[in-house]
């Protein structure tokens, strides 16, 4: 079973009280302070689980090119798989890229991608 809690900061803003802001959950993931730790997270899974899939797909092209036996069908399939993969590690670059310069922009400075 997965338990979460949650600790508040109760903050005082100018006469109002009782307004809370959690600063912890605590997950069977992990404790995650903020949504920055949360985001890092999910984005360091989403990056592991990307990257396994790229070289898998490369790995797969180059067997396919090995194995073509001469064949410009089997060859063209193998090198349109390698490309496709490493294609999309550039697009996985630029999506790191984008997400760091958005965090930038917003001041959530918890959030460090691929790290």
Same mark, same amino acid.
């Given at each position: 079973?997965?338990? %979460?809690?949650? &600790?508040?900061?109760? #903050?005082? +803003?100018? $006469?109002?009280?009782?307004? =809370?802001? !959690?600063?912890? +959950?605590?997950?069977? *993931? $992990?404790?995650? /302070? ?8 999910? #984005? ?11 070289? *898998? ?6 067997? =396919? #090119?090995?194995?073509?036996? $001469? /064949? !410009?069908?089997?060859? &063209? =399939?193998? &090198? =349109?798989?390698?490309? /496709?993969? @490493?294609?999309? %590690? @550039? ?5 790191? *890229? ?7 922009? %917003? ?6 991608? $691929?790290?």
């Amino acid at each position: 079973m997965v338990g %979460l809690s949650i &600790k508040r900061i109760v #903050l005082r +803003v100018d $006469g109002v009280s009782g307004f =809370e802001i !959690p600063s912890q +959950v605590n997950t069977g *993931f $992990g404790v995650f /302070n903020t949504t920055g730790g949360f985001f890092q997270s999910i #984005l360091n899974i989403a990056l592991g689980v990307a990257g396994i899939a790229a070289v *898998f797909l490369v790995v797969k092209g180059g067997f =396919e #090119l090995t194995t073509s036996g $001469g /064949n !410009p069908q089997k060859i &063209k =399939e193998g &090198k =349109e798989q390698i490309v /496709n993969a @490493l294609t999309g %590690l @550039l697009l996985i670059a630029a999506a790191v *890229f984008v997400i760091k310069l958005i965090a930038n922009i %917003l001041g959530e400075s918890g959030i460090s991608v $691929g790290q």
